[in-house]
């Protein structure tokens, strides 16, 4: 019901006590004049409250109109309204809610647009970095080095490859390691670019963290150069020791060589921790080969970051030697 309405009918039993004070009066044969005078007082009141209510109701029924636009989610248009002061007041309150409600929908969708476009760039960065990574592990066609690896990945992708570069020397076996220095999808397209080039111009420094490891059958012997990573280690089969490659090592089948990244060396600290992860499983295990050996290591990795949320990648690359020498 209209408010003109309600007050109309708010109005009636003060209309119809007019009507019988009048009929009383002209009853008892009172003063003509005041009895006019009094119905057009009734008169007059009852059109200037007709027309107040006109005011009122016009305004508000705009307001409501406003209201259920809002309420369906056409948000920013500004209503005006022209009535007494406190009306215009929520005109204007409405119309600031409207304005913060268009802004932070504007921000939601921006927000979500950007987590879209995160998400898909994450996607892709981890597709690249299997192509980096694990086909080109699965391309490897050495019969003196079986290689697996062990990862874990991060919210960003930090890009690392693998490659094993041919060698004019026979004797010669090559892996090389290299890891990008950006996350996400620009950091392994960087990666990708800068390693073609390397390749294409050997003489010059490779502008990221790499590991180079030389295996030279002919003398049955291996060389780690580090450039900005973790050193490599060395498990000797033989022996049942693990140390740090640096510099040329004796191998016989067998052997165990690890390299990592630089988001695995930060996550455990310190070389001792490494030092101790590795011994614990390999002193176990190492004599049951590659597979096996991967798998432990695998688990005790899992069980030491299931309570942490990784911040970089995990990437622990296990080689073994199969065949040190020519024979």
Request: aromatic share 8%; glycine share 6%.
């Amino acid at each position: 019901m209209k408010i003109r309405t309600r007050l109309l009918l708010s109005l009636l039993p003060a209309l119809l006590g007019s009507i019988a004070l009048i009929g009383l009066l002209l009853f008892y044969q009172q003063n003509i004049l005041a009895i006019i005078g009094i119905a057009l007082l009734v008169i007059i009141a009852m059109v200037s409250l007709y027309y107040m209510a006109g005011r009122i109701s016009a305004p508000v029924q705009k307001l409501n109109d406003s209201a259920l636009t809002i309420a369906a989610g056409e948000y920013g248009e500004s209503i005006q309204v022209q009535g007494p002061k406190e009306l215009q007041e929520l005109a204007n309150t409405l119309n600031t809610m409207s304005q913060c409600l268009l802004e932070n929908i504007n921000r939601l969708k921006e927000n979500s647009l950007f987590r879209e476009k995160m998400a898909g760039e994450t996607e892709c960065a981890r597709l690249l970095q299997n192509l980096l990574l694990q086909k080109n592990i699965d391309e490897c066609t050495s019969e003196s080095i079986a290689v697996k690896a062990i990862s874990f990945s991060s919210a960003s992708p930090r890009g690392l490859l693998i490659d094993f570069p041919n060698s004019d020397r026979p004797e010669i076996i090559t892996v090389h390691m290299a890891e990008a220095k950006l996350d996400g999808f620009d950091g392994i397209y960087q990666l990708l670019t800068q390693y073609k080039l390397s390749k294409e111009h050997p003489q010059e420094k490779l502008p990221f963290p790499s590991i180079r490891l030389i295996l030279n059958r002919e003398f049955s012997t291996i060389l780690a150069r580090s450039a900005g990573c973790a050193s490599p280690y060395l498990w000797s089969l033989s022996a049942g020791e693990l140390h740090e490659l640096k510099g040329k090592y004796p191998i016989a089948a067998g052997d165990f060589v690890f390299l990592m990244n630089r988001g695995f060396f930060s996550f455990f600290k310190s070389p001792e921790r490494i030092t101790d992860l590795l011994t614990k499983v390999l002193k176990h295990f190492a004599q049951d080969g590659l597979e096996t050996t991967v798998a432990m290591l695998n688990k005790e990795i899992a069980f030491t970051i299931k309570r942490k949320e990784l911040i970089d990648d995990l990437h622990l690359l296990c080689i073994q030697i199969l065949q040190p020498t020519n024979d």
